[in-house]
């Protein structure tokens, strides 16, 4: 029976089938959105929500019996832990009050796609490695940020108090500036003066107007440089490098499945030599930058 339950679960045409469910899924969520629909079409919708969800259940059931004599061997895959998540929460008793959290419930199950989506599935893999060297250039971002607004309420609180007043508002508006939302509109104000460009309307709160026409052009320019070309780029950068270390281990990971499956083809052995080199590439890479650090 577990065999059987083996070949269904790694079958195209039944992962195809889970695929266009999920897809389902998303729009009956959607179209739950829309109050008229609802009136017109609620007991529909609620009769295919179920069916849904039945159908999420049998996937499990499937994947489970799969296993044969170790059931357990389903949990070991963090992805079959996210779906049966989404399943379980699904069938929690909920009051009319809680019916919002039963909707967002149904709304992950949208999220499967990346399940059964493979190059979504590299994508997350490779935002989850990435997040520990992301954390690093955060943590740089964040000192780029606080040294500049400290800078800019010294400089600038007098002149500008809607966006510079106190160090929270500062970092908003540092933040609206390295996102380049007429940042440009923050800078001239400096430039200018208060009272020649920007408050309009609310002159009442320009009381220490002052003008940078060279050092606001230098500050926010530089900012503009740091924070929006150099630093957010190396999110960028660190995201890249964990793809291709997802990717590699995604292809190990086939060749191995391949392998125990008993399906290998002849040019796995040497797709498995070339992640093996590249493995001892960058090991041999991390030594040398070892030592000539060490040499220093």
């Not at 963090?78 to 998540?85: K, T, Y």
């Not at 059964?116 to 520990?132: F, M, N, R, T």
């Not at 080199?277 to 030592?291: M, N, S, V, Y």
């Amino acid at each position: 029976m577990s065999a059987l339950l083996k070949k269904i679960a790694d079958d195209n045409r039944f992962q195809n089938v889970i695929t266009g469910i999920i897809v389902l899924a998303g729009v009956v969520v959607g179209l739950e959105t829309h109050p008229p629909l609802i009136e017109q079409y609620g007991t529909f919708l609620h009769i295919l929500n179920d069916l849904i969800l039945w159908i999420f259940v049998v996937e499990v059931i499937i994947k489970v019996g799969a296993e044969g004599r170790r059931p357990w061997r389903y949990f070991l895959d963090p992805w079959n832990v996210f779906d049966f998540i989404i399943v379980a929460v699904c069938f929690m008793p909920v009051n009319a009050q809680y019916v919002a959290v039963l909707r967002l419930a149904r709304l992950l199950r949208v999220l499967k796609l990346v399940r059964a989506l493979p190059k979504l599935q590299v994508l997350v893999s490779a935002l989850l490695k990435s997040i520990p060297s992301m954390g690093y250039v955060a943590l740089l971002l964040g000192m780029l940020f606080y040294v500049y607004s400290v800078a800019a309420v010294f400089l600038f609180g007098g002149n500008d108090p809607v966006h510079f007043g106190n160090l929270a508002i500062a970092m908003l508006s540092l933040f609206r500036v390295v996102t380049g939302e007429d940042w440009t509109d923050v800078m001239y104000i400096q430039m200018w003066g208060c009272d020649q460009y920007g408050y309009d309307g609310m002159m009442e709160l320009c009381t220490q107007p002052m003008s940078y026409p060279v050092f606001g052009a230098l500050f926010f320019v530089s900012f503009m440089l740091l924070g929006a070309m150099v630093i957010l780029n190396l999110f960028i950068g660190v995201i890249m490098s964990g793809m291709d270390e997802a990717e590699k281990e995604n292809k190990l990971a086939a060749l191995i499945a391949r392998r125990e499956a008993g399906t290998p083809t002849p040019s796995d052995d040497f797709a498995e030599v070339l992640v093996k080199l590249d493995e001892i590439h960058e090991e041999l890479q991390l030594l040398r930058a070892k030592r000539s650090i060490a040499s220093k």
